[in-house]
């Protein structure tokens, strides 16, 4: 190795020693350098903690979308399996939608299609509230029937709203012009084609309702050997009157197709129920003023009926619950069907229902075939005529009364007039008396007295005849006042409500038989009827000269009866009753103003004076006489 060679080695070793020198850290940049590195791992272990987070998310939400998924699977699969076709119409929100025209509200729910609220929008109830017909928790109509060997209740499935054959998603509520169709579908299998159909049609000022239950294409979708499907209305009816009258009270009606007569429940029972295994024409939840009412076009297979009064009352308006289960005829075979129905939600008014032709105004109560026909063609018809005018309803029930009374007259005055001929010979009978005092001669006295009579033109059963005519009118008035709707919530003087009690005093407890109030009404037609009563008495002893004890405490003793009855009752009869008697008085007045016993006397005479006709009575009484002659000889 030469001499430069060696220079060049340690040259090189030294610079490498020197770069090593200069380019070694001190303690501070060692320190600095350590920081950073930390920092970086720090950052790369922190990268790797949110990246290791971030796949565990995204495996985790993996899972709960797959599991999610499974769940909605596995409840489509369980809807399958209860509902069948039917499983996509179990799933849903429900929501309502509202028809409204000028007198009615009706509220439809999505679940289940049907009608679950009413209104009535010209009443109120007897504390001013919107008249609304039922309970909306519990209103319930349900149609029942086989599909794919399930048994399906359309009221636990969602219907799709459909306005004038398009879907609807508008307004809660629904104004009517002069008509509008609404319906409810309920589609099978997803499939547009397949569906159950509520169709309602609803018209400017009708209480009444078109209701159809229409398939479309629903061939094997209901059992093919099905003949009819169930139809199930329930509903809670909530009390609308301040009183709950026993004798128009709540309860269910109906009517045979081919049977004018219409029937109902026992509406002072509790509860109630009845199998109608014929055609019924219609079903309908009756209450004092109001009905709501089912009617089929042709008719029901036949129905189930029936109403319960729950304790403890469900809500504070809660008054009774009613039911009806219906077979609706159906053809299993056709691929599509059409049942045509109404719904009736109105007043039990004897103007709108008659209208309908179909035996619904029945319902109100006018007093059985005997005396109903006062009623619906004489009563009913003078009061609207009277009505008419705009007069307050004790206005009206005054001139009503005065008609009646003037009507009646001509057989008041000829009751009066016997009346005051016995009076007028009661001297000539008390003379009989005495001229036949033997119990043997009793039918002698008996003959002449009637022969008194009858030469007179008097007799002491002329009263009865007028008693028995005005029965028939009082019962028809009786049931009349009671049921009228016109009445309802009219005031009159202290009375606001002539269709229910008037109390001008509320005791603040219970009287049996009274009541908790004071009817002033009722105090002032007891008052008339018992000093109507003490005239007639004395009336009739001096015209027949004999007094029954018994009868007088009886007939002292019915206007205490009456007051506790009509306590609770209808103002307007007490009204009426009371004005009755007041007429009554003034009738007799003039009645005894025209009639003088001195001219009465000699028409008498002068009656005598003619011969008179033996009746078969009077023969049959003389042949009597004549036997019994014989056999007290022959002793």
């Given at each position: ?129 919107p008249l609304v017909g039922f309970d909306d928790s519990t209103a319930y109509f349900n ?372 009541g908790d109030h004071v009817s002033l009404f009722t105090l002032l037609m007891t008052a008339a009827t018992i000093v109507y009563t003490y005239i007639n008495n004395k ?97």
């Amino acid at each position: 190795m030469n001499k430069n060679s060696v220079i060049g080695i340690i040259l090189i070793l030294g610079v490498l020693v020197g770069w090593s020198v200069w380019m070694t850290p001190s303690k501070e940049e060692i320190a600095r350098q350590q920081h950073v590195r930390d920092s970086i791992r720090l950052v790369q272990k922190a990268n790797y903690i949110a990246d290791s987070i971030a796949r565990t998310q995204a495996a985790t939400a993996d899972v709960e979308d797959t599991a999610s998924i499974q769940s909605v699977e596995e409840k489509m699969s369980a809807l399958r399996n209860e509902y069948g076709v039917f499983a996509t119409a179990a799933d849903g929100k429900e929501s309502r939608l509202t028809l409204e025209n000028d007198v009615l509200k009706v509220t439809l729910s999505t679940l289940g299609g049907c009608v679950k609220r009413v209104q009535l929008k010209d009443y109120v109830t007897w504390d001013s509230l919107p008249l609304v017909g039922f309970d909306d928790s519990t209103a319930y109509f349900n149609l029942a029937f086989f599909s794919e060997n399930r048994n399906i209740n359309t009221a636990k499935l969602f219907f799709v709203p459909y306005l004038n054959g398009q879907p609807y998603s508008g307004d809660e509520t629904i104004k009517v012009g002069d008509s509008l169709v609404f319906s409810m579908r309920l589609f099978a299998e997803d499939n547009p084609s397949k569906y159950l159909e509520y169709r309602y049609k609803m018209r400017r000022g009708e209480y009444m309702l078109d209701f159809d239950i229409v398939t479309h294409d629903f061939k094997n979708v209901i059992s093919a050997n099905s003949s009819y499907i169930n139809a199930q209305w329930y509903a809670d009816i909530l009390q609308q009157e301040k009183a709950v009258d026993r004798y128009n009270g709540s309860t269910v009606y109906y009517k045979f197709d081919k049977d004018d007569d219409v029937e109902s429940l026992k509406e002072t029972e509790a509860a109630d129920e009845e199998n109608l295994r014929q055609r019924i024409k219609w079903i309908s939840f009756k209450q004092r003023f109001f009905s709501y009412a089912i009617i089929a076009k042709d008719n029901f297979n036949a129905a189930s009926i029936g109403m319960k009064t729950l304790t403890p009352k469900p809500s504070p308006r809660y008054l009774k619950t009613m039911y009806a289960e219906m077979e609706l005829p159906y053809n299993g075979l056709s691929s599509d069907n059409e049942l045509n129905m109404s719904l009736y939600f109105g007043p039990n008014s004897l103007k709108v229902m008659d209208k309908y032709g179909i035996g619904l105004e029945k319902v109100i109560p006018l007093g059985g075939w005997f005396v109903s026909w006062i009623n619906r063609y004489i009563v009913v018809n003078v009061f609207a005529w009277l009505g008419s005018y705009g007069w307050n309803y004790g206005i009206v029930i005054l001139i009503l009364t005065v008609i009646i009374k003037i009507c009646l007259m001509p057989i008041a005055y000829k009751s009066y007039l016997s009346s005051a001929k016995m009076r007028v010979l009661k001297p000539e009978v008390d003379a009989l008396n005495e001229k036949y005092p033997k119990q043997e001669d009793a039918m002698k006295k008996q003959r002449a007295v009637m022969d008194l009579y009858k030469k007179a033109g008097a007799s002491p059963t002329a009263g009865c005849l007028p008693l028995l005519l005005q029965l028939p009118i009082l019962w028809a008035i009786f049931r009349f006042f009671p049921s009228s709707i016109e009445l309802r919530q009219q005031p009159f003087l202290w009375a606001d409500d002539l269709s229910t009690y008037d109390s001008v005093l509320d005791l603040g407890f219970n009287i049996p038989f009274y009541g908790d109030h004071v009817s002033l009404f009722t105090l002032l037609m007891t008052a008339a009827t018992i000093v109507y009563t003490y005239i007639n008495n004395k009336t009739m002893a001096a015209a027949q000269g004999q007094s029954m004890p018994g009868m007088k405490v009886m007939m002292y003793a019915m206007p205490i009866l009456f007051l506790g009855i009509f306590n609770n009752y209808s103002a307007g009869l007490s009204y009426y009753y009371f004005l009755v008697n007041i007429f009554t008085f003034l009738q007799m007045y003039l009645f005894k103003l025209f009639l003088d016993d001195n001219k009465l006397r000699a028409q008498i005479e002068k009656a005598r004076l003619k011969p008179v006709k033996k009746s078969n009575f009077q023969k049959k009484l003389e042949e009597m006489q004549r036997k019994q002659q014989e056999q007290l000889r022959r002793r």
